[in-house]
């Protein structure tokens, strides 16, 4: 039979061990609350030189084989989402196959679409389990950037800087899934617009912060109708005594956005209370029963765009829908964003993050609702108690609906379904939860300074493009067991090395081979272990 219920078997993440906070800088650039109330943001995940592109997704993939023990051999397919790009023609995941030695049937190779690329991963590793062609093994996705900004002359961070983050999100594919992908119920929307793209031979984007959030609302809407109107299709065809409710809000038990700063997706979630309310009253049911947005109707109410462009923009359509749909966020979204509120953007990796903030909340779980602004100016952002018992908000019964919006500039943008299930195998919700334990690692995070934080920034631009170096940022700031650049030679080839945990080795490729370590330990002299290092501490 054909592999059913397709979709994410495992998780796993890697961010930063250092972090700046909002309020930091913030105080540094005298804005108080622009960078919290503002964009929504608390910290700020960051990097120096010392990490690049290659290391951070090779610990997120290392830490998904190691941690759920899963046999490299057994992966068919590696398929990486980066908008990070560190050559032009070698693909990041041709980096990542030092931890898959004696595998080299592996299909894949990196997709770069600003943002969507993890979400273009996703959909064609999910297409190649389903397919003719699958030979019965797993897939891995891998999705995560370094944005970084220019800051503005005269400042120390500015808000475009302020929405930068760090990380990288893995994902095993296959079948039987607890986070299966609904056929049939996804969308599509896009377009040919210069709002955020790489032109220049710099990490640093051009960005028209006012076009890119224009679209990224214009793709809300055009996804959410699509979804929609294929949900009435489905229950029109179905056999019922009664006529089926239309779609809506209520049909999904919750959301994912992709979120460049969290004041954007509280707008972009509004805006499907606003298609909502637009099909409600076009049907003549609901033109007055919401009071706070029956004066937007379109015609007839006295604050009503004049047109579709003008509600793209229109402050005080945007500020009634958000005070509208405020129960249905927290209910909804808010769980899914406070990962994303203490990393920052991910880039391809964003919209995963959250999803893995979702798997990983509990009832009592950290809310993401809004940032701490302290006046002391540090940073106040509390934490789970890393002791407590895993407490899933989803539902450990299954058949939950997630609705995942994921958008990239230039632009293409995706809404496509998840069900969450119990399933026959050993992969599960509360598996991923307790095996990330993502609220704990974010609390056992080391805060910077606004000072250093900075300095790692002119570090990177300094080194940007150059070869025939080392790096000189801290090895102290790579947490244990995780990959960082060692060298960079005269003919631009990268050497990563890994730190080590204590004493342990742990090198996935050295792990798996200890049985033959005698009689492999001449050949891997020779081939210098795969161009893997272990760093002891």
């Not at 002791?387 to 809404?415: H, N, W």
Request: hydrophobic share 35%; glycine share 10%.
């Amino acid at each position: 039979p054909r592999p059913s219920n397709v979709g994410i078997l495992l998780m796993e993440v890697y961010f930063p061990k250092r972090f700046v906070a909002q309020v930091d800088l913030e105080a540094a650039d005298g804005c108080t609350g622009k960078y919290t109330s503002g964009l929504g943001q608390q910290r700020l995940a960051f990097v120096d030189d010392r990490e690049d592109i290659g290391s951070v997704m090779l610990s997120a993939v290392s830490a998904l084989l190691e941690k759920y023990d899963i046999d490299p051999n057994s992966v068919g397919r590696l398929e990486v989402g980066t908008e990070t790009l560190i050559d032009k023609s070698k693909s990041v995941k041709t980096t990542l196959l030092r931890l898959f030695p004696d595998n080299t049937s592996l299909e894949g190779v990196s997709s770069t679409n600003a943002c969507y690329g993890g979400t273009a991963a996703l959909l064609n590793s999910v297409a190649w389990v389903q397919s003719e062609d699958w030979d019965g093994r797993y897939a891995i996705v891998v999705a995560g950037d370094i944005a970084v900004y220019e800051a503005p002359e005269g400042s120390v961070c500015g808000s475009a800087r302020a929405t930068q983050g760090c990380g990288a999100v893995a994902l095993l594919v296959g079948p039987d899934a607890p986070l299966a992908l609904e056929p049939k119920l996804r969308h599509t929307h896009a377009m040919d617009v210069y709002d955020f793209y790489k032109p220049h031979h710099s990490e640093y984007a051009a960005v028209d912060g006012a076009v890119s959030q224009n679209c990224y609302l214009r793709s809300v809407d055009a996804c959410y109708r699509g979804v929609l109107g294929k949900l009435d299709n489905q229950a029109a065809t179905a056999a019922a005594a009664t006529p089926p409710a239309a779609a809506s809000l209520g049909s999904f038990d919750f959301f994912c956005f992709h979120s460049p700063y969290h004041k954007l997706v509280a707008k972009g979630f509004a805006r499907l209370k606003y298609v909502d309310f637009l099909n409600q009253s076009s049907d003549g049911g609901g033109s007055g029963s919401d009071a706070l947005l029956a004066p937007f109707v379109p015609e007839t109410g006295e604050k009503a765009p004049a047109n579709y462009e003008a509600s793209l923009e229109d402050k005080g359509l945007d500020a009634s829908l958000r005070k509208a749909c405020a129960k249905e966020f927290t209910q909804k979204l808010e769980a899914s964003s406070s990962a994303s509120i203490q990393v920052g953007n991910c880039y391809t990796g964003a919209v995963f993050l959250n999803l893995l903030s979702l798997v990983c909340s509990g009832s009592s779980g950290v809310s993401g609702s809004s940032a701490d602004t302290a006046s002391t100016g540090s940073d106040a952002s509390s934490a789970a108690d890393p002791s407590a018992e895993p407490c899933l908000l989803l539902d450990a019964k299954g058949g939950q609906r997630i609705g995942v919006f994921s958008y990239g500039s230039g632009s293409v943008a995706t809404l496509y379904c998840l069900r969450t299930r119990v399933t026959t195998s050993p992969f599960s919700l509360d598996r991923i939860q307790r095996v990330v334990g993502l609220q704990a690692r974010l609390a056992q995070r080391t805060q910077a300074s606004v000072q250093e934080f900075s300095a790692a920034m002119d570090l990177r631009a300094d080194r940007y493009g150059k070869c025939g170096y080392e790096p000189t940022g801290s090895i102290e700031h790579v947490p244990a067991g995780a990959f960082f650049l060692s060298q960079i030679n005269g003919a631009h080839h990268r050497t990563y090395e890994r730190k080590a945990n204590g004493n342990r080795r742990c090198c996935l490729a050295l792990k798996k081979k200890t049985k033959r370590k005698k009689k492999k330990k001449k050949k891997k002299k020779e081939r210098g272990g795969g161009g893997v290092k272990l760093w002891m501490t």
